[in-house]
């Protein structure tokens, strides 16, 4: 009997932990306090691995994200860039991001950009950043030597996540070819773009639920 006693509750000691362990990890979503956002960079930096060139413009994107919730699921699409600008005057040269009415050579928009979830690091339950793919946003750049668009097919980017939820994004810059222009091979990099509630200067905060 004892024997019998002893097993039962091993199983069910083996079934609650193992329950539990299948609810923290369904439940382990990402929640951010506004859908709507924008991102500003001062500034966002294009340059070439050899150093022959540096664009800095300040840049602002807005959009938004599908739902309050953003489950962990690699490559899940979870939501938009609609708009980008790029502010004149830049250093070392000009850049342009279509908006509408300030486009690329190409002479057709990109946008929307698709936003993907692309993983976090830290440990559970503690975030220290989560990673985005921008999908094929698209700039030119005129260095004065060169004139370029650039459509990367993915671009990283890190939001970074503080102790009292507040995030800051930045680029994770990786080479891309121009798909118009003479310029070469370049990569977008930068400071901590702060991430606000679309149309005010509220931070979007971002959660583990």
């Not at 994004?169 to 003479?182: V, Y």
Request: hydrophobic content about 40%.
């Amino acid at each position: 009997m004892r024997t019998v006693v002893k097993l039962s509750l091993a199983a069910l000691t083996a079934a609650a932990l193992l329950a539990s362990l299948v609810g923290s990890a369904s439940a382990r979503n990402f929640s951010v306090t506004n859908r709507n956002f924008r991102a500003v960079w001062a500034p966002l930096t294009f340059s070439e691995p050899f150093g022959f060139f540096t664009v800095r413009c300040n840049v602002t994107m807005e959009g938004s994200f599908h739902e309050n919730t953003i489950p962990k699921v690699l490559e899940s699409l979870i939501g938009f860039v609609t708009r980008a600008i790029a502010s004149h005057p830049c250093t070392g040269g000009e850049g342009w991001a279509w908006n509408g009415t300030e486009g690329a050579l190409t002479g057709a928009s990109s946008l929307p950009w698709h936003i993907r979830y692309a993983g976090f690091t830290g440990t559970l339950p503690n975030i220290a950043t989560i990673r985005i793919n921008l999908i094929e946003p698209e700039f030119s750049i005129n260095n004065g030597v060169c004139l370029g668009t650039y459509r990367p097919a993915k671009q990283r980017g890190i939001i970074t996540v503080a102790a009292d939820g507040t995030s800051t994004i930045s680029p994770e810059g990786e080479l891309s070819a121009p798909i118009a222009g003479g310029c070469p091979e370049g990569r977008f990099t930068g400071n901590s773009g702060r991430v606000t509630l679309l149309g005010t200067t509220t931070a979007i905060t971002v959660r583990l639920i």
